[in-house]
């Protein structure tokens, strides 16, 4: 996530996997050396059929926009939202434990995303004006 860690566009993250923000269930550190990158690296386990669109990172939690193989509700691509990792006042969506991965937004269309220490964002499009959706902590104003 967005405090010791990263992740590339294939969607394979690095870093300290401090409550499971890197994704992979667990919370051992990944990449610290140049021959556990690249090839070596495993990647994000999203499900069969996703497609990683963008990711963001936010505090020791980690979303990406992907491509859903279901279509969305305009009968289009469908996007669905996935979070995980640290999920301090609800970041990752729902109440669900650490390190789970949260499906956040599946039905609506979504077409960009953000990450801030204890919040996410959403840039959510259908057939009326563009609007955001915002989750997590409402701490100084955030949301």
């Known amino acids: 996530g967005g405090s010791g ?3 590339a566009r294939e969607l394979k993250c690095w870093g300290s996997n401090r409550h499971g ?3 992979y269930g667990d919370t051992a550190a990944r990449g610290g050396h140049p021959d556990t990158m690249g090839d070596a690296l495993p990647t994000v386990p999203l499900g069969r059929g996703v497609a990683v669109l963008m990711v963001a990172a936010g ?3 980690t979303c990406a926009l992907a491509l859903s193989p279901r279509p ?3 009968g289009g691509p469908g996007t ?3 979070c995980w990792g640290w999920n301090y006042a ?3 969506g729902s109440d669900a434990k650490e390190g789970s991965m949260v499906v956040t937004l599946s039905a609506a269309r979504v077409s960009a995303i953000a990450a801030g ?3 996410n964002c959403a840039l959510c499009e259908s057939d009326g004006p563009a609007r955001v959706v915002c989750w997590g902590s409402k701490a100084g104003g955030a949301l």
Do not use: E, N, T
Request: charged share 20%; net charge neutral.
């Open 72 to 74: 969305g509700p305009d």
């Open 21 to 23: 923000a890197l994704g």
């Open 117 to 119: 220490r204890d919040f």
């Open 80 to 82: 669905a939202v996935v």
């Open 5 to 7: 860690g990263a992740c």
């Open 59 to 61: 505090f020791q939690h």
């Open 90 to 92: 609800g970041k990752l």
